[in-house]
């Protein structure tokens, strides 16, 4: 059964950054499309970013293009997202989120979520 386990979440200051990690269990990493999703309170689930299998292809919401980067290691069947100039308003929950064959940025194409890990940025 496949598991994804995030970690790296935290609180930090405005302008600070922070890098989430998502290991997922299972030898079958490579054939998932990777995203990282993320819910503020009362707010719904919003993407943030994705990435392709092979790591070849990247998207991004408006809101982090330019400051989070997501990238993945394969080998250690781990996803990551490098989060920068962090603002207040990234405080949220973040998850990760595995797509078999896939690659997108609605919530419902999504198959398998991790629990989720807390970033609190603070003013």
């Known amino acids: 059964q496949v598991q994804l386990v995030e970690s790296g979440g935290g609180s930090v200051q405005a302008g600070g950054s922070l890098r989430l990690s998502c290991v997922v269990s299972g030898r079958t990493f490579s054939s998932y499309g990777m995203g990282w999703f993320r819910q503020a309170p009362g707010k719904e689930r919003e993407f943030v970013a994705a990435?392709?299998?092979?790591?070849?292809?990247?998207y991004y919401a408006n809101s982090v293009k330019g400051r989070f980067t997501i990238s993945r290691d394969n080998a250690k069947n781990t996803v990551y997202l490098q989060m920068n100039s962090l603002k207040p308003e990234d405080t949220a929950v973040y998850y990760c989120a595995a797509v078999a064959y896939g690659f997108g940025i609605r919530t419902a194409e999504y198959e398998l979520w991790g629990q989720g890990t807390q970033v609190t940025v603070s003013s």
């Open positions: 990435i392709s299998r092979s790591g070849g292809s990247t």
